[in-house]
């Protein structure tokens, strides 16, 4: 089965993504993780991303359809893949298109107080990347780290404001391509406000009908 996710930041997509790529048996895969990756290991690819990036340049959409293509030649996509964070443009949705057949495109649903919410809430250990969360996973001493002890950190872009400005730049960007898989019969709308298991559990039903 091959599944595009669409969503806000703070819709939980990578956290259903880690559990329905178990349940199905695909690997999700995440441009944020193949650049990372790639850049890690010095290919020409990951090369020419660490050099746009260095620029402060966003990655142009025909590298990242390089990459993701590089990725779908990998043999554990042959039964299907999760993709999260590609397509977000409509040239890289017609690029997708001539690669594969997607069967499902799921837009995670969630109103703009919850996301502030979930990512405002938001806190990290600055040295592991470990990620807590004061409401729903909140360490077991306020303010500080289980494991190291270090103080924890709130991210700038979890800061209200810049959360309010990436839901902006979301919502315009994406519009066009929830649009775009509207009209082909392909776009899911989930209501991603449940806990991560009764979202994954909403997801299969409709995927599986």
């Known amino acids: 089965m091959n599944l595009v996710f669409l969503g806000p930041p703070g819709a939980g997509k990578g956290t259903i993504a880690a559990l329905a790529k178990n349940t199905l048996g695909i690997p999700h895969i995440s441009t944020g993780d193949l650049f990372r990756e790639a850049i890690k290991n ?86 592991t990347g470990r990620i807590y969360h004061i409401v729903y996973n909140p360490p077991k001493k306020a303010g500080f780290d289980d494991e ?28 066009p391509l929830i649009q775009y898989y509207k009209e082909k019969g392909l776009l899911r709308d989930i209501d991603a406000s449940g806990a991560p298991e009764s979202v994954l559990a909403s997801m299969l039903k409709v995927i599986q009908a």
């Open 42 to 127: 010095g290919t020409e690819l990951g090369k020419q991303v660490k050099s746009i990036l260095s620029s402060g340049e966003l990655v142009p959409d025909s590298v990242t359809v390089a990459m993701v293509q590089e990725r779908f030649a990998c043999a554990d996509t042959g039964k299907g893949f999760i993709l999260d964070g590609f397509p977000r443009t409509i040239f890289q949705a017609q690029a997708l298109e001539s690669m594969k057949t997607i069967d499902h495109v799921v837009n995670f649903l969630l109103d703009r107080d919850m996301i502030v919410k979930r990512l405002s809430g938001r806190r990290m250990c600055k040295s």
């Open 148 to 175: 190291t002890g270090e103080a924890l950190i709130q991210r700038e872009d979890d800061m209200e404001e810049a959360i309010l400005n990436r839901l902006h730049v979301y919502e315009r960007q994406t519009e």
